[in-house]
């Protein structure tokens, strides 16, 4: 028996981990390390809804930059709107500078705090929804999804730099205070801001792994596999893959929300292709069937740049991507997949020839 695939150790492995990490700032921790480790668990989130939307939805998404960045800008408007005055003081200095003479309309919501973040999830949330069931019941899927994912993500770089008046332009947002829910400011150094970012990733990723063990899930791997047959059986194969294009953009939103609390600034950079492209390399290491994989990934990925990229400087970007075409040439499944190999291995040696059948009959089931 191949223990990768052992559903309770599964359950066991990922309640010990998040225990593990909400545990680090009892360690003593300095206040800018919590907040660098706090960072990374955004980077997770993204790494685990690309894991949610390509490792088992099949779907390869280079654009997953749209949904965070507009979370996160949304964000970044609720926070600056907290620290300006409905009446004395309505507009944000930036539009003071580019000439305007009166708030606009669509920044009016974020003066209140609950609609402000409820939109930074929402309008993220209807975009994958919308523009995710226009490209799936066109039959859009493959390399073409990536392809327009791209051009999206473009289109939308450029006009939140030409929106200057709106957006600040390239100099993008950066709130003069923290956050403040409830007469409770949240230090982004804060142990608080840490343990609400790590609840944040627990509560994703234990709630995605519930829909992927779900039906729903089942039927998702079947899509991933082979959709036209999916299709012939009488499934809506566009309502599906809609609904897992969906869930991964909503994880970004809430991951874009949550960096904007911890850095307090967001700019364009948050919607470049190369983050966009970086968060699928993450997720790519670390093994995108498994979504505990992906997101230690993006914890070793991340980590070893903050520690390694002053001293490689732009040739990171080199190492990295050599790591990554070798990751794919030699482990596809990335480093969840070598431990499967590794577990299977050893399962089949301790099982006998019981053992070995029963590691084979694994691998057709893919880690979660």
Not at 126 to 141: D, E, I, Q, T
Not at 193 to 202: D, E, F, N, P
């Amino acid at each position: 028996m191949n223990l990768y695939h052992y559903k309770p150790a599964q359950w066991a492995v990922y309640l010990l981990f998040f225990v593990i990490v909400l545990a680090f700032p009892l360690l003593g921790a300095s206040p800018f390390t919590l907040n660098l480790f706090a960072t990374f668990t955004v980077y997770a989130m993204l790494a685990l809804s690309i894991s949610v939307c390509w490792g088992h939805g099949g779907i390869l998404n280079l654009g997953q930059g749209i949904a965070f960045g507009l979370g996160a800008y949304g964000m970044a408007m609720t926070m600056q709107m907290q620290s300006q005055d409905p009446e004395s003081n309505p507009m944000p200095p930036f539009m003071l500078n580019n000439s305007l003479d009166h708030l606009p309309w669509f920044w009016q919501p974020f003066f209140h705090t609950g609609w402000g973040i409820a939109l930074a999830l929402a309008i993220p949330t209807l975009f994958s929804a919308l523009f995710g069931g226009m490209m799936f019941k066109a039959r859009v899927s493959g390399a073409f999804v990536a392809i327009m994912m791209l051009a999206m993500l473009s289109a939308v770089y450029t006009l939140f730099v030409d929106l200057q008046p709106y957006t600040n332009g390239v100099n993008g947002i950066t709130p003069p205070a923290a956050l403040t829910i409830a007469g409770v400011t949240i230090d982004p150094y804060s142990p608080l801001a840490y343990w609400i970012s790590t609840g944040a990733l627990a509560i994703v990723t234990l709630g995605s792994k519930l829909i992927l063990e779900s039906r729903f899930g089942l039927i998702m791997q079947a899509i991933r596999n082979d959709a036209e047959r999916v299709r012939f059986l009488g499934y809506s194969v566009a309502f599906y893959e809609t609904v897992i294009f969906t869930l991964s953009g909503f994880i970004a939103a809430i991951a874009g929300c949550v960096f904007v609390m911890l850095v307090q600034y967001v700019s364009p950079a948050q919607l470049d292709v190369h983050f966009s492209v970086s968060i699928v390399i993450w997720a790519g290491i670390g093994g995108r069937l498994s979504l505990l994989g992906a997101i230690i990934g993006a914890y070793l990925i991340n980590g070893a740049q903050t520690y390694a990229g002053d001293t490689f400087l732009a040739t990171w970007l080199l190492i990295l991507g050599g790591f990554f075409i070798l990751v794919v040439r030699f482990l596809p499944s990335g480093l969840a997949g070598a431990l499967e190999l590794v577990l299977g291995y050893l399962g089949g040696r301790s099982g006998g020839r019981g053992g070995s059948r029963a590691t084979v009959a694994a691998k057709a089931l893919p880690g979660t």
